[in-house]
């Protein structure tokens, strides 16, 4: 059980570039969500999902698009890269409370640093 | 809105004292949830709990317990008998009660440092 994967960990941009970062999870969760983690500013949310086809901002969505096509993934895309989306990235998945599963817990990915020059 | 503060930057303590990490929130909703998570110098985030805002019992689990007030609107949580591992970042979160918790709100984290 893989859990929350995010492909890569680990990316340089140049201004201007675009990318997309990877987050697969396995374990049918019907949410997921992606944050961005600055220095003295906790995780922000970026764009979350409530299901295959549902997506919507979260509070600092600007320069990122997403889709979910599928229940599993939900990349995240950039679709031109600028120094102010340095930042860590963490996608994060999690149960419908209606399946009433354990203990709530968001599950989250290991991280994707990105640094754009 | 939401709005999760966590005055506390940054705590040091000796190894084996207790400390307690501050939590405070905000919220118009009348149920949510609380959350607590570790986020160790490796970088993954670790959770720890998750409480909802109708049952204010308090929790134990091994060297951790929190303190849910909602009188007060915290969310305290405190570790017994510091140890090593236990320095890491703590981030306090909040979101509604809702079926999913694709919406959290985070506090800006405290950084514990346990000095052996």
């Known amino acids: 059980n893989a859990g929350v994967t995010q492909t890569p960990k680990f990316q340089v941009l140049k201004t201007g570039q675009s990318m997309t970062l990877q987050c697969a999870q396995d374990m049918n969760h019907e949410y997921m969500s992606w944050y961005r983690q600055d220095p003295g500013m906790g995780l922000r949310l970026i764009h979350y999902s409530v299901g295959a086809g549902i997506t919507d901002q979260g509070e600092v969505p600007n320069g990122y698009n997403v889709s979910r096509s599928t229940t599993e993934d939900f990349p995240l895309r950039l679709l031109s890269a600028a120094p102010s989306q340095t930042s860590v990235y963490f996608c994060?998945?999690?149960?419908?409370?209606?399946?009433?599963?354990?203990?709530?817990?968001?599950?989250f990915g290991e991280g994707s640093r990105l640094t754009v020059l | 809105a939401q709005k999760v503060t966590q005055a506390q930057t940054e705590i040091s303590v000796v190894e084996k004292e207790d400390v307690t990490l501050d939590c405070v929130y905000e919220?118009?909703?009348?149920?949510?949830?609380l959350f607590w998570y570790k986020q160790p110098p490796s970088g993954e985030l670790v959770f720890l709990i998750r409480?909802?805002?109708?049952?204010?019992q308090n929790e134990i689990s091994g060297r951790y317990s929190w303190n849910f007030q909602k009188s007060t609107s915290s969310f305290n949580f405190t570790i017994t008998a510091s140890q090593v591992v236990d320095s890491a970042v703590y981030f306090c979160a909040l979101t509604y009660f809702n079926f999913g918790n694709e919406k959290l709100t985070f506090g800006t984290g405290t950084r514990l440092t346990i000095i052996p």
């Open positions: 994060a998945s999690s149960y419908s409370e209606t399946a009433n599963h354990g203990t709530g817990e968001l599950f």
């Open positions: 409480r909802n805002s109708f049952d204010e």
């Open positions: 919220t118009r909703d009348t149920t949510y949830y």
